[in-house]
């Protein structure tokens, strides 16, 4: 059953509702300061205005002197337009406030994300729980971003509240006069009593039937999310321009378009929503509203009987019934706020869900001390790994040492658990059996942050900002000019004065600077391996480091490939295996078994081995007389 079902208990919704106060205080206390001076300054616009209003009609009906009236009608005009341009003012801050907390409000997610370690952000349940969060947001505000506009509703509630009870006090204080013969009745104690007892239950009724249509709006969440998905899916397949070559060729758009089509969405003229909106949910809104008018009658009656008994004159009926239909919007507001904040509950629960995940790795303290030999040696012992949530193990007993300085190609069909070693390596994952050691102890306890520092790695599906070509190399704003020129030169990237007309401070693509340089994906490549260089840690680590490069860009790499993991301990995956020539070992993967070690030399030897049948399988095409 989906978690946003489940309704969550009012209290519970009022400790999440908090827990989202204290992150947005912190995040940006001005909201909260500009939203409560806000709330203050309209309702002191308000009742000032009534007040001011019912004193200048006691004055005229009372016949007193017209310079009362005037003294009066300018101190109206004066408090009018102060108070408004004052109110305006502390909109205009609250409105600059709730934008910039609504910015800063994505950090709380993003440095999330960069904390959680890759194993839990690689999983589907991470993924999803995102997903959901985000798509709440969009659809409806709901979780975090709704207790904002909670915390404003509630402040202009109670100020329009205190305001009206301030104001309607002396109103059932003041005695309808003896001799008013049944309606002395209105003196009574009790009479005030059911009268304010019966307009607060017409008051909450109303809010009732608001919440009860509001609620359809969060019952639809988990489908609206669906149909958001899909419409993003659909909006992000057409604009992709890397798609648009496969979308002409093979006429995709058909495929896609479904997902936009009434029937399949949930937000067409016939789909379940509207049909809701137009029934059930347009019911309750309707009978709020004519509740609340029910509500305004009562009032009006009430005050206007008294007035007739002579308890009060003309002007204070205007003061009271402003200030009593005021107090019950206000009481009216404050119960809706109130069922948005449980019924938002449900929603900050799968938010903190999320930010509350912690990371499953373990986390050790030891330090990889910084040796200037850089003898770091690695040894996998025994290790066997099965991704989460998979049936077969990716790698199994694997069991090797990687001699200090030497390099290690490592080849193998696709699927057989190269890249999967990598990751190992690089503690991405943690084995599910056996150890990894760094000289001699297990890498679970050094600090991850040290160890890491270890490795600069090529991934296969590497991935580059359309940021500076210089802020690329080094991963930093602040970065060394010649060094970052120097990796680009051994990284073989020759040409690049032609193609970064302003040199390392050359945007890469146009997502940011319209001149910004296209890569080609050899480019690309060699501007990731320039990368992996000017971070010169002692580990250098290739997968498939020329798979886009052209033949001539390759033959140049495989040149420079002593130079470029000179003084270092290199790991090549590579399907060429003309590659391995260039290392002194060959580990050879196979569905997840090391099922040979040595150098090429050695294992062309072994006519039964999986090293002799993949190089010749490639060889008979280049050497066909080798075949
Ligand atoms: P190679 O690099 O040799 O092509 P991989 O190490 O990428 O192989 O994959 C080894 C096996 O692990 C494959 O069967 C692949 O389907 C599986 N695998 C890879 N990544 C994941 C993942 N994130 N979740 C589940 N299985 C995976």
Redesign the pocket.
Known sequence: MDKENQTVSFLKSITLNSRAWSIWWNLCPGLFLSSLLHSASAALNLYTAVWLSARMITEVAGSSSPRTVISLALAQVLSASSFSLLTAVLKRFKTYYADSASCLYHRIYMDKMFSLDYTRL?SQDTYSLYSQIIQNDAWSSLGIHETVSLFETFTAACAQILGGIILAAPLLSAPVPPGSGSLSLLNHPLCGCFLIGLMLLIALFSSFCADKAQNYWTLYAPKTRLGNRMADFYISAAKDRKRALDMRIYNQSEIIAKFYMEGNTPFGPSSEIARCAKGPMGIWAALSQSVSAVLTVMIYLFVCLKAWAGAFGLGDVVVYTAAIANLFLGISQLSGALGRMAANGRFLETAFGFLDAPSIMYQGTLTTEKRSDGQYEIEFRNVSFC?PG?QDY?LRHINMKFPIGSRLAIV?A???????FIKLLCRLYDPTEGEILLNGIDIRKYKYVDYIDLFSVVFQDFKLFALPLGENIAGSCRFDSLKASSCLEKAGFSNQKAVMPHGLSTFLYRDLDGRGAELSLGEAQKTAIARALYKDAPFMILDEPTAALDPVSEAEIYEKFGAITRGKTAVCISHRLSSCKFCDEVAV?DKGNLVQQGSHDLLLQDPQGKYYELWHAQAQYYYPENA
């Not at 696709?414 to 999967?420: M, P």
Request: charged share 15%; no cysteine; hydrophobic share 25%.
């Open positions: 690689d991704y998979a990716a193998g696709n699927g057989s658990g190269k890249t999967t993967f």
